[in-house]
C-alpha cells in the first residue's frame, strides 16, 4: 500500500521570502502522479502543482515549484516571495496510474499548515 | 467552466436522521469520488465511481453510508442514521481521467455536516 507522510504540521514564513514544505511517500510503483493541494480556511480543496513521476524535469507554476527526488521518494514544495494569500493547509498526494490511463485514487498526507506573517 | 457542485454547503441535522450530501461532476468527467475530513483522520476516500461503476467502497465506514450515482452527472451520499460522530466536511471530486489529460482531480467546496 501506498503511503504518504508530510513531517512537518505546521510551518511560518515572512511574507515575500521563500519556504520549502516537505513530503515523502512510499510506494513500490513506478508509474504514478503526485501532487500538492492547498486548502486555505475557506476549506476548499485547489490544486497547486503536479508532477508526473516518469518525467525529470520539475514542475513550476509561476511561485511555486516541486523538488522531485525518485529515487529518494521524495516530493517538497518550495514557494518563493510568499504572499499572505499563501496561508492555508497544504497537502501532499499521490495517485497510481493505472495502465490505460484509468483513474486512480488519491493519497493524502496529514498535511502542513503555513503561516505566512507579514 | 463550472467546477464540482456539491449541495448542501452546511447542514445541521440530529441524531438519527438522514442525511443527503449531492454532487454534480464537472461536465465530462467520467470518475467521481466523495472524501471525508476530519481533524482526527485527515481526508479519507469513502467511494469513487468510474463511469458511474463503484470501483472501491473499502472507506465507506458502515452500513449507515450509501453511495450512488445513477448518471455521470450527478451523485448522492447517504447517511442513515446519522451520529454525531459522521460530523466532517465532505467532499466530491472528479476527473476526466486517462495518461493524457492528466487524471487531475478536481474538488467541489464540500459538505459541511454537523450533527448534533
Known amino acids: 500500500a501506498q503511503t504518504v507522510t508530510q513531517s512537518q504540521p505546521e510551518m511560518s514564513v515572512q511574507e515575500a521570502e521563500t519556504v520549502t514544505l516537505s513530503c515523502t511517500y512510499d510506494?513500490?510503483?513506478?508509474?504514478?502522479?503526485l501532487f500538492w493541494y492547498k486548502q486555505p480556511p475557506s476549506r476548499q480543496m485547489i490544486l497547486v502543482i503536479r508532477q508526473e513521476a516518469y518525467k525529470q524535469q520539475n514542475a513550476t507554476e509561476n511561485r511555486f515549484s516541486v523538488n522531485f527526488q525518485k529515487a529518494a521518494k521524495s516530493f517538497s514544495l518550495k514557494i518563493s516571495d510568499s504572499q499572505l494569500g499563501d496561508t492555508a493547509m497544504y497537502f501532499c498526494?499521490?495517485?497510481?496510474?493505472?495502465?490505460?490511463?484509468?483513474?486512480?485514487?488519491?493519497?493524502f498526507g496529514t498535511g502542513t499548515l503555513l503561516a505566512v506573517q507579514p | 467552466d463550472a467546477g464540482v457542485i456539491q449541495s448542501p454547503r452546511h447542514e445541521v441535522t440530529e441524531m438519527g436522521q438522514e442525511v443527503t450530501l449531492r454532487c454534480k461532476p464537472i461536465s465530462g468527467h467520467n470518475s467521481l469520488f466523495w472524501y471525508r475530513q476530519t481533524m482526527m483522520r485527515g481526508l479519507e476516500l469513502l467511494i469513487y465511481f468510474n463511469n458511474n461503476v463503484p470501483i472501491d467502497d473499502s472507506g465507506m465506514p458502515e452500513d449507515r453510508f450509501s453511495a450512488k450515482m445513477p448518471n455521470a452527472s450527478f451523485s448522492t451520499l447517504k447517511i442513515q442514521p446519522s451520529e454525531p460522530r459522521d460530523s466532517a466536511v465532505y467532499f466530491c471530486?472528479?476527473?476526466?481521467?486517462?495518461?493524457?489529460?492528466?487524471?487531475?482531480?478536481?474538488f467541489g467546496e464540500g459538505s459541511w455536516l454537523t450533527v448534533v
Open positions: 498526494a499521490f495517485m497510481k496510474l493505472n495502465y490505460g490511463g484509468a483513474t486512480n485514487k488519491l493519497i
Open positions: 510506494t513500490s510503483e513506478n508509474n504514478y502522479y
Open positions: 471530486a472528479s476527473t476526466s481521467g486517462g495518461r493524457v489529460l492528466g487524471n487531475t482531480i478536481y
